[in-house]
C-alpha cells in the first residue's frame, strides 16, 4: 500500500513599509495610540509549510538570526491556529529569510500572517478574513496588515485595526533600503517613547498629540502617485527618539543625505532607513550610487510597491 504524501504549501511573505507613524496618547493597557500608513513592498521572505502526521510543530531556517522555537512569530500562529481549531496534526514551517530580522520592516509579523493563511488552506479550516485578522491581532500589533492582503492600508488603536486605502493599482512606489549593521528592538524604542513622557511630567515637552501631521495628506499624494509631495510628507514619530539614542542610524541618514539623496526616512521602530522613487530607473541610479560609496556602512534593498 503505497503512503500518502504530505501536502505541502509555499508562500511569499512580504514586507511592509511605515509611509506615516505616529503615537497619539499612552493607553490603558500599556501600550501607545498608534496612526499608521502600511505600505507593502516586494522584498518577501519564502516560507513553506508541510503538514505533518505528527503532533509537532517544527521550525526551520537557515538563518541564524531567527529562533527556532516558540519564540518564533510563526511557531505562536501555528500554535494558535491548532489550539483554536483542533487540528490535530502537525505542520513543518521552513522559512528563507530574506527580510532583515529587527529592521522595522514587520518580517516576524509577515511570517506570522503567513502561517495564519497557510494552515486554513492546508487543513481546509476555511476561516473567513474577519477571523484570521482577530488571530492576527492576538499575535502582534502588525500581523493583521500581512492577513488583510491589501497595498495599503490605515492602521488604528495599536495598528491592527485596519482601513484598507484604495490606490490604483499603477500607482506604485519604487525604494531603496538601507540596514545598518544593528538590530533596534520595538520594545526598546517605545522605552525611549516613554522615557520621554515620564520627562515631560516634570516640566519637559513632549509632542503625543496633534503635531501638524496627518496620515489623510498622504492618502491622495499616493493616489495622484505624487512622489516628490509624498516624500515632503512621509513622517515617523520614533525616528527622532532612534536618531538620538543609535549612532550608528543617525550616523547613516546623514551620510545618505550628503551621498545625494533629497529624503531619508525610517520604517517603524527601525533601523532601516528609505527613500522613494518614481521609477525603478531613478531607484536604482541612487543605490548605485549609494553603494558605490557606503557599501561598508550597511547592506542595500531595492523593493516596489506590492
Known amino acids: 500500500m503505497r503512503s500518502v504524501p504530505s501536502r505541502s504549501l509555499t508562500l511569499s511573505s512580504p514586507a511592509k513599509l511605515n509611509l506615516f507613524l505616529d503615537c497619539l496618547f499612552k493607553r490603558p493597557d500599556g501600550y501607545h495610540e498608534l496612526e499608521t500608513l502600511f505600505e507593502r513592498i516586494s522584498l518577501a521572505d519564502t516560507l513553506r509549510l508541510t503538514e505533518l502526521c505528527s503532533d509537532e510543530i517544527v521550525i526551520a531556517s537557515k538563518s541564524p538570526d531567527i529562533p527556532l522555537d516558540k519564540e518564533n512569530l510563526a511557531y505562536q500562529a501555528a500554535h494558535l491556529i491548532k489550539q483554536s481549531q483542533g487540528v490535530k496534526?502537525?505542520?513543518?514551517?521552513?522559512?528563507?529569510?530574506?527580510?532583515?530580522?529587527?529592521?522595522?520592516?514587520?518580517?516576524?509579523?509577515?511570517?506570522?500572517?503567513?502561517?495564519?493563511?497557510?494552515?486554513?488552506?492546508?487543513?481546509?479550516?476555511?476561516?473567513?478574513?474577519?477571523?484570521?485578522?482577530?488571530?492576527?491581532?492576538?499575535?502582534?500589533?502588525?500581523?493583521?496588515?500581512?492577513?488583510?492582503?491589501?497595498?495599503?492600508?490605515?492602521?488604528?488603536?495599536?495598528?491592527?485595526?485596519?482601513?484598507?486605502?484604495?490606490?490604483?493599482e499603477k500607482a506604485k512606489i519604487w525604494h531603496c533600503l538601507f540596514?545598518?549593521?544593528?538590530?533596534?528592538?520595538?520594545?526598546?524604542?517605545?522605552?525611549?517613547?516613554?522615557?520621554?513622557?515620564?520627562?515631560?511630567?516634570?516640566?519637559?515637552?513632549?509632542?503625543?498629540?496633534?503635531?501638524?501631521?496627518?496620515?489623510?495628506?498622504?492618502?491622495?499624494?499616493?493616489?495622484?502617485?505624487?512622489?516628490?509631495?509624498?516624500?515632503?510628507?512621509?513622517?515617523?514619530?520614533?525616528?527622532?527618539?532612534?536618531?538620538?539614542?543609535?549612532?550608528?542610524?543617525?550616523?547613516?541618514?546623514?551620510?545618505?543625505?550628503?551621498?545625494?539623496?533629497r529624503s531619508v526616512h525610517m520604517s517603524g521602530s527601525g533601523p532601516t532607513l528609505f527613500s522613494v522613487f518614481k521609477t525603478r530607473r531613478e531607484a536604482q541610479r541612487a543605490l548605485d550610487k549609494s553603494q558605490h560609496r557606503l557599501s561598508d556602512r550597511c547592506s542595500f534593498f531595492l523593493a516596489s510597491t506590492r
Open 179 to 261: 540596514f545598518p549593521p544593528i538590530k533596534v528592538l520595538t520594545r526598546d524604542v517605545y522605552g525611549l517613547l516613554d522615557k520621554e513622557e515620564k520627562g515631560a511630567k516634570k516640566g519637559k515637552i513632549l509632542r503625543l498629540t496633534k503635531n501638524g501631521h496627518d496620515v489623510n495628506i498622504l492618502i491622495p499624494l499616493l493616489r495622484r502617485n505624487d512622489i516628490f509631495s509624498l516624500n515632503q510628507n512621509i513622517y515617523n514619530r520614533l525616528s527622532e527618539n532612534v536618531m538620538k539614542s543609535y549612532s550608528l542610524v543617525s550616523e547613516l541618514k546623514t551620510a545618505l543625505l550628503k551621498s545625494g539623496l
Open 89 to 168: 496534526k502537525g505542520v513543518k514551517i521552513e522559512i528563507e529569510k530574506n527580510i532583515p530580522v529587527g529592521a522595522g520592516l514587520g518580517g516576524g509579523s509577515s511570517n506570522a500572517a503567513s502561517v495564519l493563511c497557510g494552515m486554513n488552506k492546508l487543513f481546509d479550516l476555511r476561516l473567513s478574513r474577519k477571523t484570521l485578522i482577530s488571530y492576527a491581532n492576538r499575535l502582534g500589533s502588525d500581523v493583521a496588515f500581512f492577513v488583510l492582503n491589501k497595498r495599503f492600508a490605515v492602521g488604528r488603536g495599536r495598528g491592527g485595526e485596519l482601513t484598507p486605502v484604495s490606490v490604483p
